[in-house]
Every structure is written in structure tokens, then in C-alpha cells.
């Protein structure tokens, strides 16, 4: 049945899980798991495509997979009464995020950061500004052209960081949300 189950992890190789603002790194291959380096010796046995059942360390524990976003590697599950959400990343994603290059479709905006380093030009928002994804925030000169920095999804201004005619850096932040 584990062949055929909707909540198999799919993934293998190295990649991180995070789950209550912890991270997580997993090593995942064909037969074995390990969580942040300690091996995990679990007793699997699936119930049905979104159940498991397995034991470890004596205990005895019922999952099942509530939902799945696979856009964003999203997964809420079911431990007893307890509802969890793991967000997955893969190597691909992990390298995406370090090159500034996230592609995630989350519409919640922490921060925007520079893209390049540049000039800023014009300033289109204020703190407590609703922003929609899409909205250009601010114009940045860079290589004497101008671009329109857009957000990547909506939010309120929390702050803004930087001032007109101030040069910022390569991965600044510019906008907190």
C-alpha cells in the first residue's frame, strides 16, 4: 500500500522541513531517514493512502494527511487531535532561496529586498500602506535605467527602509511588512 499512498514523502536526498518555526534537516533515502543527523528506527504501517500508523520507541502514533498544497510543498497533518503544518523544501528549492530567487506563490510578504544595488528614485508607499501583489512600490535606478520594484504578494507596511535618493545595496532589505 505504501507504494500507492497520497502521504509517501516523494522526496529523497537531502531537504528541510519546517514545522512549528523549527527547521529541520532530513536525509532521506530508499530505507532510512535521519532528522538533523540522529537515524530514526520507526515501525510504518499504512492504514489507508492518507493514514499512517507507526512505532517508535515504544509509542505508538496515528498520522493522517489533512491537506497537500503542492505549489508550495505545504502539508498540514493530523497527529491524535493535534493538526501540524510542515512546509517541505528540496535542494532546488533551498539553493533558489539563497540566490534571492524564491519562487514561492505565498501571497504573505515579509520584506522586500533589492534586487540589485541602485538608487532609490521614488518611493510609492508609507507605513500601514495596503500593498497587493503586483503593486509597484518603489522605482530603483540601476545601470542609469529605471525599475519598478513590485511586491510578490500582499501585506500592510510595517516600514520602510530606505529613503528617496539613497543608494542601497544588492539584497537590502527596502520594505518590511
Sequence with gaps: MAGNCIFEF???GMFTVKAQNNDYLVEKSEDSISV???????DLQWISPTKVHFLHENKSIEAELVSFE???KTLQIRF?????????KDRHDL???????NLSSSNSLKE??????????????????????????????????????????????????????QSVEKNQVLIQF
Design 36 to 42: 538533523n543527523g540522529i537515524h530514526l528506527n520507526w
Design 112 to 165: 522586500i529586498k533589492a534586487p540589485m544595488p541602485g538608487l532609490i528614485l521614488d518611493l510609492k508607499v508609507k507605513p500601514g500602506d495596503e500593498v497587493k501583489k503586483g503593486d509597484v512600490v518603489l522605482i530603483l535606478e540601476a545601470m542609469k535605467m529605471e525599475n519598478s520594484i513590485k511586491s510578490a504578494g500582499d501585506g500592510i507596511v510595517k516600514a520602510v527602509k530606505v529613503n528617496l535618493n
Design 95 to 101: 539553493l533558489l532561496e539563497k540566490l534571492g530567487m
Design 80 to 88: 491524535g487531535n493535534k493538526i501540524s503544518t510542515l512546509i517541505l
Design 10 to 12: 516523494k522526496l529523497t
Design 70 to 72: 503542492k505549489e508550495t
